[in-house]
């Protein structure tokens, strides 16, 4: 195993003060996300949102930026979750693509909550972001500021020049494959599991090598047949 953020000392258990502030912000995430989904997102006011969970707008301000992050906070705590763990990852001689693709599972697993609540926020998430451009741009203006930050420490854990292009390459990768596993999760018919993405996401990731060696003319042209990394993830299923 390479990645290994579990070896941080574990989080002190957080004050009333502290479950306060995650009570409002989970309440203003799911409030955001019903009301958004039933009547659009400009069809709804900061000033209805508030009423609705009884805050005020400066209690809103102190969690969120904007409506556009209250939206897509489900997707963000997971990256930042990544963002917060390449501090602690534990590379070796492992290719550093391999470490942040174990490292986002891991940090995908932490989401699982056993009730299915995260599952609901991040489908609605990413049927709001599909029809809402300025939820769909946030989201794009979050990932480059996180993968420029993951970039910065991968640079300088791994002691490369901050002009390698390596690390940015390695993590786009994976954030390309979490997308894709993202989409073809969401078009599933039926309820969507957590375990179900996860499983996308594996699948995500031993598609990348042929993703980098296909070429046009049939399926596998210029792939050679499965490589062996996406044979054994093919087995492992």
Same mark, same amino acid.
């Given at each position: 195993?390479?990645?290994?953020? %579990?070896?941080?000392?574990?989080?002190?258990?957080?004050?009333?003060?502290?479950?306060?502030?995650?009570?409002?912000?989970? #309440? *203003?995430?799911?409030?955001?996300?019903?009301?958004?989904?039933?009547?659009?997102?400009?069809? +709804?006011?900061?000033?209805?949102?508030?009423? @609705?969970?009884?805050?005020?707008?400066?209690?809103?301000?102190?969690?969120?930026? %904007?409506?556009?992050?209250?939206?897509?906070?489900?997707?963000?705590?997971?990256?930042?979750?990544?963002?917060?763990?390449?501090?602690?990852? %534990?590379?070796? /001689?492992?290719?550093?693509?391999? +470490?942040?693709?174990?490292?986002? *599972?891991?940090?995908?697993? &932490?989401?699982?909550?056993? =009730?299915?609540?995260? !599952?609901?926020?991040?489908?609605?998430?990413?049927?709001?972001?599909?029809?809402?451009?300025?939820?769909?741009?946030?989201?794009?203006?979050?990932?480059?500021?996180?993968?420029?930050? !993951?970039?910065?420490?991968?640079? /300088? /854990?791994?002691?490369?020049?901050? $002009?390698?292009?390596?690390?940015?390459? #390695?993590?786009?990768? !994976? +954030?390309? @494959?979490?997308?894709?596993?993202?989409?073809?999760?969401?078009?599933?018919?039926? #309820?969507?599991?957590?375990?179900?993405?996860?499983?996308? *996401?594996?699948?995500?990731?031993?598609?990348?090598? $042929?993703? +980098?060696?296909?070429? =046009? $003319?049939?399926?596998? @042209?210029? @792939?050679? $047949?499965?490589?062996?990394?996406?044979?054994?993830? &093919?087995?492992?299923?």
């Amino acid at each position: 195993m390479t990645a290994d953020p %579990s070896s941080a000392s574990a989080p002190e258990k957080p004050s009333l003060r502290e479950r306060k502030k995650l009570k409002t912000r989970a #309440a *203003l995430v799911d409030t955001a996300l019903e009301l958004f989904t039933q009547r659009g997102f400009d069809g +709804v006011t900061l000033d209805e949102l508030c009423e @609705a969970v009884e805050v005020s707008k400066r209690t809103f301000f102190r969690n969120f930026a %904007s409506k556009e992050q209250v939206a897509f906070t489900p997707l963000e705590t997971l990256w930042n979750g990544l963002r917060d763990d390449v501090e602690h990852l %534990s590379f070796g /001689r492992a290719p550093v693509l391999e +470490v942040l693709e174990e490292a986002l *599972l891991a940090a995908l697993a &932490r989401m699982d909550d056993g =009730g299915g609540a995260w !599952v609901t926020r991040v489908r609605l998430t990413q049927e709001l972001a599909e029809r809402t451009p300025s939820i769909a741009a946030y989201g794009f203006q979050y990932c480059d500021r996180t993968s420029a930050v !993951v970039e910065a420490t991968l640079q /300088r /854990r791994l002691g490369l020049d901050h $002009g390698d292009p390596r690390p940015r390459l #390695a993590l786009d990768l !994976v +954030v390309a @494959a979490f997308h894709a596993a993202l989409r073809a999760w969401t078009s599933k018919p039926g #309820a969507l599991t957590h375990s179900d993405l996860a499983a996308e *996401l594996r699948s995500a990731f031993t598609a990348i090598p $042929g993703a +980098v060696t296909f070429s =046009g $003319g049939s399926p596998d @042209a210029g @792939a050679g $047949g499965p490589s062996e990394r996406e044979a054994r993830g &093919r087995a492992g299923r």
